[in-house]
């Protein structure tokens, strides 16, 4: 099963922009569609968004969309989630996701350990 690793969490104030990071370990990314979810205290896991093999379709929560952007490099074997405009409502550990599938949001079969985001006013 890949291994999935994310970095690039942290503090930041509202309004600001923090750039997140996946790595599959060992694994090719270009076999997997991706994912993002995010999930903070007291809530279920949530989607947030998806990018298929090969990047030419993408899917986002609508909590997110024009203020984030998923994006992959299969030559750095990377998949990426920039976001902006970031609220404190943001505040999340965010997760990492694989599929065999097509569309990460209907469906995960690897999770990564998840990187923290916090939002300050």
Same mark, same amino acid.
């Given at each position: 099963q890949v291994q999935l690793v994310e970095s690039g969490?942290?503090?930041v104030e509202a309004g600001g922009s923090l !750039?997140? +990071?996946c790595v599959p370990s060992g694994r090719t990314l270009s076999n @997997?569609?991706?994912?993002w979810f995010r999930q903070a205290p007291g809530n279920e896991?949530?989607?947030?968004a998806a990018i298929s093999r090969f990047g030419s379709g993408t899917? @986002?929560?609508? +909590?997110?969309?024009? !203020?984030?952007?998923?994006?992959?490099?299969n030559a750095k074997n990377t998949v990426y989630l920039q976001m902006n +405009?970031?609220?404190p409502e943001d505040t999340a550990v965010y997760y990492c996701a694989a599929t065999?599938?097509?569309?990460?949001?209907f469906g995960v079969d690897a999770w990564g350990k998840g990187t923290l985001v916090t939002v300050s006013l």
């Open positions: 969490g942290g503090l !750039r997140l +990071s @997997y569609a991706m994912g896991r949530e989607f947030v899917d @986002y929560a609508d +909590s997110v969309k024009g !203020r984030f952007t998923i994006s992959r490099d +405009s970031l609220k065999n599938g097509s569309n990460a949001r």
